[in-house]
């Protein structure tokens, strides 16, 4: 899947589940926001809209197209 697809997606209301240097990861979104959940720990980043998600929200201190190559969805 490209970025730009993912980022789409998102945007629509979809959740994706994916793995980064083997840890899981979840996006997801309900009616007060969008969400980035690390999976073994809970550790959950919250933002009102999609873009914001992908502007803010932070994985070892990088933005999720900043580590798009290394991610397996």
């Keep these: 899947m490209e970025y730009s697809e993912l980022v789409q997606r998102v945007g629509w209301g979809e959740e994706f589940q994916f793995y980064y240097q083997n840890e899981e990861y979840w996006i997801s979104t309900n009616k007060e926001g969008y969400y980035l959940t690390r999976g073994k720990d809970s ?26 190559g290394l991610v397996e969805i």
């Design 43 to 68: 550790f959950t980043q919250s933002f009102q809209t999609a873009e914001e998600l992908f502007k803010e929200g932070r994985i070892d201190g990088e933005t999720i197209l900043e580590l798009w």
